[in-house]
């Protein structure tokens, strides 16, 4: 009963991390793992671990592309992508310390100031910068929501996997 009570909240508290920019896909496959350590791997065998870990996998590789691409698809350079992404991960560390959304409004204004500044700094144009910044927001949304199905898929297939007898 332990091992079921610490991977529902692996699992729970992987949904709630992910909207605020944390990792919150691999607490969830830690999660995984660590029940099927647990319980000798009887229902969470490698093949579900391997299921978990690959998507946790596109989830990561979907942030990375959905963020570069929406901030282009706004008008944006791919210089303005990596301001995207760079803007997002250093936003995101830099709102750790406020509590609980600290990170989230961090991932987002980054996103947007850094495809922003990054677009700007290529064409010296501001309402291409602005456009290219508003992609970025976009983007952040789309990751978000991306991410959270993600989750939702990991939480269904581990807990399938953690309650078949």
Do not use: H, N
Request: hydrophobic share 60%; proline share 3%.
């Amino acid at each position: 009963m332990l091992p079921l009570l610490g991977l529902a909240l692996c699992l729970l508290a992987g949904l709630v991390l992910i909207p605020l920019g944390l990792p919150g896909l691999w607490v969830m496959a830690l999660g995984v793992i660590g029940y099927g350590w647990l319980t000798g791997f009887q229902t969470v065998t490698a093949t579900i671990i391997g299921i978990v870990l690959a998507l946790a996998l596109v989830g990561e590789f979907v942030e990375w592309w959905l963020g570069y691409r929406l901030a282009q698809r706004y008008g944006g350079s791919r210089r303005a992508g990596w301001g995207a992404l760079l803007g997002g991960l250093v936003g995101a560390l830099a709102g750790v310390p406020v509590p609980i959304i600290g990170s989230m409004i961090g991932a987002f204004a980054g996103a947007a100031a850094g495809a922003a500044l990054f677009e700007f700094t290529r064409s010296r144009d501001t309402a291409g910068a602005v456009r290219a910044g508003w992609g970025a927001i976009v983007g952040r949304v789309a990751v978000t929501t991306a991410k959270v199905g993600i989750g939702i898929a990991i939480t269904v297939i581990a807990g399938y996997a953690a309650l078949r007898s």
